[in-house]
Nanobody, 124 residues
Framework: QVQLVESGGGSVQPGGSLRLSCATS????????MAWYRQAPGKDRELVAS?????????RVVDSVKGRFSISRDVAKNTLYLQMDSLRPEDTAVYFC????????????????WGQGTQVTVSS
């Protein structure tokens, strides 16, 4: 089992920056991928960025935030980050941390864990 706790959300003007954090705890050794998703009012939850945590830390960032957002992690602190720069009003959403966790027994399926979300509001 894994617990995810997001922090760092808030209100910012267009062009501003925020850094979201996702603190992980529990059986984190079985996490093989982590990601940030967001959900704007009336819209589906969408992937923002992901990182493979089991090997080469391969990173993926969706086109709508490429060049503005970056995903990273501090292994010693068991924390995932999302650095958000040049924020736009359309980035307004609740941001969620996600972990893909390998169940350590046959048939070794993957289970998803979610944080509670943190609100990001970009407005002048």
């Amino acid at each position: 089992q894994v617990q995810l706790v997001e922090s760092g959300g808030g209100s910012v003007q267009p062009g501003g920056s925020l850094r979201l954090s996702c603190a992980t705890s529990g059986d984190i050794v079985f996490i093989h991928e982590m990601a940030w998703y967001r959900q704007a009012p009336g819209k589906d939850r969408e992937l923002v960025a992901s990182m493979n945590t089991a090997g080469a830390s391969a990173v993926r960032v969706v086109d709508s935030v490429k060049g503005r957002f970056s995903i990273s992690r501090d292994v010693a602190k068991n924390t995932l980050y999302l650095q958000m720069d040049s924020l736009r009003p359309e980035d307004t959403a609740v941001y969620f941390c996600n972990a893909q966790w390998l169940i350590p027994s046959p048939p070794y399926q993957t289970r998803e864990f979610w944080g509670q979300g943190t609100q990001v509001t970009v407005s002048s």
